[in-house]
């Protein structure tokens, strides 16, 4: 893995988080999330060929939710309601 798409998969995977209202910072400090984990969700996002689509879904849509497609909904849909890992 390149050093780049990971800085790119980390700071896309915040941004998402963000855009749903979750903040994954606070979620690894409340234990919602490992450290483990934590680099699983940066990981599955590094993989994901939905990158360009997700940029573009963030900067149009106000949601509650991520979307379908995304690599990551099932852990951030689970940080929302506070659910543990």
């Avoid at 940029?55 to 849509?61: C, F």
């Avoid at 979307?67 to 689970?78: A, E, G, N, V, Y």
Wanted: glycine residues 8%.
């Amino acid at each position: 893995m390149v050093f780049g798409a990971m800085d790119a998969a980390f700071w896309q995977a915040q941004a998402m988080a963000r855009a749903i209202g979750v903040n994954l910072t606070d979620a690894l400090a409340e234990g919602l999330i490992d450290r483990n984990r934590y680099s699983d969700l940066v990981a599955r996002c590094t993989l994901c060929p939905h990158m360009g689509e997700c940029g573009k879904w963030m900067g149009s849509v106000c949601a509650t939710a991520a979307p379908s497609f995304c690599r990551i909904k099932t852990d951030l849909d689970r940080m929302q309601t506070g659910a543990r890992a």
